[in-house]
């Protein structure tokens, strides 16, 4: 079975500083790595992914993650934060193979942005 | 594309009493998916379809939920007999399995909140 901590359950930040959220994950077997955004009272939208290749990936609204698979990390960066950055984040995992690709969540890390 | 729609956005009920909700999943995914979201947790996997074939039920779905997918287009959840327990935010994801069937990328609805008194 995978699992995913992220280590941080708030973070907050002031407006254009940089931010960092923590993802860290266990699994057996390989895996593709996902970072959702979830506003208030809406559903989860796709920042990025990490499926193969290069291991820095970016995504919407200038966030970038860096997948490390010896500290089985998938730490997502932005350089510069708004105050619409404001959100809870989700990182995710599932297994690259197989067929039923169900996706296992972290608690979530709630950015907020301050002027 | 008018991305995953999901009926009712919120849903204030009495315990004991059966609920359904109604997800319509992206126009010609093959893949949907039911989450569960209790606050302060991610979304925890309940089941999935494949066109019209449930192919997968976590033991979190207990014997008062029940999922369909008549005609593999909309689905939706059912809970009978409704506990104070099953408060939660329940969320409809639909995918494309194309040949290779590596993407499966996973596109959410809004949820359809659920509130038992």
């Known amino acids: 079975a995978q699992s995913v901590t992220q280590l941080d359950s708030q973070v907050p930040v002031f407006e254009e500083a940089p931010v960092e959220l923590r993802c860290n994950y266990s699994?057996?077997?390989?895996?593709?790595l996902f970072w959702y955004v979830q506003y208030p009272n809406q559903g989860l939208q796709l920042l990025l992914k990490?499926?193969?290749?290069?291991?820095l990936v970016k995504g919407i609204n200038g966030f970038e993650a860096e997948f490390n698979k010896s500290q089985t990390s998938f730490h997502l960066r932005k350089p510069s934060v708004h105050i619409s950055d404001t959100a809870e984040y989700f990182c995710a995992v599932r297994i690259s193979g197989g067929s039923n690709y169900k996706l296992t969540f972290g608690k979530g890390t709630l950015l907020t942005v301050n002027p | 594309d008018t991305g995953v729609s999901q009926d009712p956005r919120h849903k204030i009920t009495k315990r004991g009493q059966n609920v359904t909700f109604r997800c319509d999943p992206i126009s010609e995914h093959n893949r949907l998916y039911w989450y569960r979201q209790t606050l302060g947790q991610g979304p925890e996997f309940l089941t999935y379809?494949?066109?019209?074939?449930?192919?997968?039920k976590s033991r979190l779905l207990s014997d008062r939920f029940s999922a369909e997918r008549p005609k593999g287009s909309f689905s939706t959840l059912e809970i009978q007999r409704t506990e104070q327990g099953d408060s939660a935010m329940y969320l409809c994801?639909?995918?494309?399995?194309?040949?290779?069937?590596?993407?499966?990328?996973?596109?959410f609805g809004a949820g359809t909140r659920l509130s038992v008194l």
């Open positions: 379809f494949q066109n019209e074939a449930q192919l997968e």
């Open positions: 994801a639909s995918s494309l399995i194309g040949l290779a069937g590596t993407q499966n990328i996973q596109y």
């Open positions: 990490y499926l193969s290749g290069s291991t």
């Open positions: 699994s057996s077997v390989s895996v593709y």
